[in-house]
């Protein structure tokens, strides 16, 4: 079974950059899963953020793009969100999640981790 | 931007009770609707894929329906355990969007 796993600060200061990893032990970044960020501010849905395949190739919620970028790496099985120029409206708890490619359903999920924006 | 429109947003209800929660889209998105349950500080979970088709190892009393911009969600007989909160997601374009949610208490 699939397993996700993020890391990563739990503080970030205003105008700085959240960088966040997802691990995936028991299971392969190289399969066709297309691999995902969802965030949920507190006590708020769900928004996602953006994903990534195996071969690099990305797709980012249009009002997160000109501040988000997603990457992998295939060595370490494992992917990556970096959130730059971060404000207290970006404090949230981060999940990453696969998108299964068969059925376009997040079957995976990692425990998430809550990042606060504040100085 | 599809955006989709739970209700209701709040439910108490009984154990035992059918409880029926709602899910509508902006625009057409044929079947690509999927439903999560999300318990306190956990991770979501999939219930319902493609609007009907239960996902493995989900109880049966958890059913959808729907089709083009109008889902249902359905829980016959509801459990304790069951107190949670609903979500539904499209995957018909990106980018992909949640509905707001739904939280359903148990009396």
């Known amino acids: 079974q699939v397993q996700l796993q993020e890391s990563g600060p739990g503080l970030v200061k205003p105008s700085g950059t959240l960088s966040l990893t997802c691990a995936v032990p028991?299971?392969?970044?190289?399969?066709?899963?297309?691999w995902s960020w969802v965030r949920q501010p507190p006590g708020r849905g769900l928004e996602w953020i953006g994903e990534?395949?195996?071969?690099?190739?990305?797709n980012y919620n249009p009002s997160l793009k000109s501040r988000v970028s997603i990457s992998v790496d295939k060595s370490k099985n494992q992917f990556s969100l970096k959130l730059n120029s971060v404000t207290a409206a970006d404090t949230a708890v981060y999940y990453c999640a696969s998108l299964s490619s068969t059925w376009y359903v997040f079957d995976y999920w990692g425990q998430g981790t809550l990042v606060t924006v504040s100085s | 931007e599809v955006l989709l429109t739970q209700s209701p947003d709040f439910q108490s209800v009984t154990p035992k009770e059918k409880v029926t929660i709602t899910c509508r889209a902006s625009?057409?998105?044929?079947?690509?609707i999927h439903w999560y349950q999300q318990k306190a500080d956990q991770s979501p979970k999939v219930l319902i894929k493609?609007?009907?088709q239960s996902f493995s190892g989900v109880p049966s009393r958890f059913s959808g329906s729907g089709s083009g911009t109008d889902f249902t969600l359905t829980i016959n007989g509801l459990e304790g355990e069951d107190a949670a909160t609903y979500y539904c997601?499209?995957?018909?374009?990106?980018?992909?969007?949640f509905g707001q949610g739904t939280k359903l208490e148990i009396k």
């Open positions: 028991g299971g392969s970044i190289s399969s066709s899963n297309w």
């Open positions: 625009q057409s998105i044929g079947t690509s």
């Open positions: 990534i395949n195996h071969s690099g190739s990305t």
């Open positions: 997601h499209q995957s018909s374009s990106l980018p992909y969007t």
């Open positions: 493609y609007a009907s």
